[in-house]
Nanobody, 115 residues
Framework: QVQLRESGGALVQAGGSLRVSCAAS????????MAWYRQAPGKQRELVAR???????NYVDSVKGRFVISRDNAKNALYLQMNSLQPEDTGVYYC?????????WGQGTQVTVSS
């Protein structure tokens, strides 16, 4: 069983920065993929950034150069540093983990960017 708990969501002004975190607990294996997804009101959930165990990262085009995903394998933690935030970055940010062919999701943390 795996549990994911996000934290750090907040209301910020456009142009500001925010870091959201995810703490993973339970049966965490070494080789896995972790990611951040977000869901804006009335829209489908979308992949924002992904990082595999070795550190390779991928980003959706809209956040490249502004967001940085990172992980601390010793702490089973995942982070998303978000800079130059824009109103279109508003949404619920979900932590995701995939291991041994199974997918796990956190409950999400709300990020709201005001113009």
């Amino acid at each position: 069983q795996v549990q994911l708990r996000e934290s750090g969501g907040a209301l910020v002004q456009a142009g500001g920065s925010l870091r959201v975190s995810c703490a993973a607990s339970g049966s965490i294996f070494s080789f896995n993929t972790m990611a951040w997804y977000r869901q804006a009101p009335g829209k489908q959930r979308e992949l924002v950034a992904r990082i595999i165990y070795g550190g390779t990262t991928n980003y959706v085009d809209s956040v490249k150069g502004r967001f940085v995903i990172s992980r601390d394998n010793a702490k089973n933690a995942l982070y998303l540093q978000m800079n130059s935030l824009q109103p279109e970055d508003t949404g619920v940010y979900y932590c995701y983990l995939q291991q041994v062919g199974r997918d796990y999701w956190g409950q999400g943390t709300q990020v709201t960017v005001s113009s």
